[in-house]
């Protein structure tokens, strides 16, 4: 979008609504947009902006603070073990972002074990087996097991018995009902808080940000479940709709602690409020 401010041209109802449109399209909804182009009238007309310069740069601001008053620094793996599980539909990117902060944590000097929780497909248990081959750490879990809540729970007892530092969970992303999914997530939890007292220490939900507004509805349906207390989103790079992230600040307040950015076990970034506003308004086609 940053063409549209080049040079000290003056501001006028035309740029303004220029704005406006654009910040919808790239998906930042229409609640924080309205937010957004309130507060740029406001410096307005209190004189505080008076070239479209200044307009961009109190608009990176505005949206950087939007995003930075929700964050929270991560939690230390203190407990051992840290019982972070991990949730989200389908595709959205758990069982691959599972293998990457496992990496994350090894490459910090932590012992990580993960947990095969995602059961109703034989494969995801495969996949998770081979995250956990690529970063050498155990496996709980093996194809044929149909009992998800038995494996955290059996996860949690050995990761506790081996003196794991953290341990991660995957969970299924799709049962026969949307409602059925919701009740195995919350007894997932149950297991794992009665396995280790004050766990799960994390439940992270994932979201594939290049879903867009479908992104918002998961999100609040998760932590109306089970109080997600902090967001994943994947597949920021390539052409995801990534203003999402405004929206889901704003009505759920859940921090993001981190993002994927590609398919490699490296490709997990911890949030930067800063740059992704940058990246953002820089993209072309807003
Ligand atoms: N480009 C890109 N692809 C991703 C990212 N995260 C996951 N994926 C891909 O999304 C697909 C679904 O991921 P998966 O981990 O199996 O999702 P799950 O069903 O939620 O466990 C796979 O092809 C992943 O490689 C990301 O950050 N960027
Ligand atoms: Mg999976």
Not at 188 to 213: C, F, M, N, T, W
Not at 215 to 237: M, P, S, W, Y
Not at 240 to 265: M, R, S, T, Y
Request: some cysteine; proline content about 4%.
């Amino acid at each position: 979008m940053g063409d549209l401010f080049l040079g000290k041209k003056a501001i006028d109802d035309e740029l303004l609504e220029e704005v406006e449109t654009r910040l919808i399209m790239a998906d930042v909804g229409q609640a924080t947009t309205r937010a957004l182009i309130d507060a740029l009238h406001q410096q307005i007309s209190r004189k505080q902006i008076n070239d479209a310069e200044a307009l961009f740069e109190t608009l990176s601001q505005l949206m950087i603070e939007r995003l930075e008053r929700v964050q929270k620094p991560r939690p230390a793996p203190t407990e051992q073990p840290h019982i972070i599980v991990v949730c989200g539909i389908n595709g959205a990117g758990k069982t691959t972002t599972i293998g990457k902060l496992a990496h994350h944590y090894k490459q910090s000097g932590h012992k990580v074990m993960l947990a095969a929780g995602d059961t109703f497909r034989a494969a995801a248990v495969e996949q998770l087996i081979t995250w956990g081959e690529r970063n050498q750490i155990p496996v709980i879990g093996e194809p044929g097991r149909q009992d998800s809540a038995s494996v955290l729970f059996d996860a949690a007892q050995s990761a506790r018995a081996r003196n794991m530092d953290v341990l991660i969970a995957d969970t299924a992303g799709r049962l026969h009902t949307q409602g059925g999914l919701m009740d195995e997530l919350k007894k997932l939890i149950r297991v794992v808080s009665k396995s280790i007292p004050g766990a799960p220490h994390e439940i992270l939900l994932v979201l594939d940000a290049s879903i867009g507004q479908n992104a918002l509805n998961q999100a609040r349906q998760f932590h109306e479940a089970v109080g997600v207390t902090g967001l994943i989103v994947t597949k920021l790079d390539g052409t995801a709709k990534g203003g999402i992230l405004f929206a889901i600040a704003d009505e759920l307040k859940l921090p993001i602690d981190f993002i994927g950015v590609g398919e490699q076990i490296a490709d997990l970034r911890p949030f930067d409020p800063k740059g992704y506003v940058d990246a953002l308004l820089d993209r072309e086609d807003i």
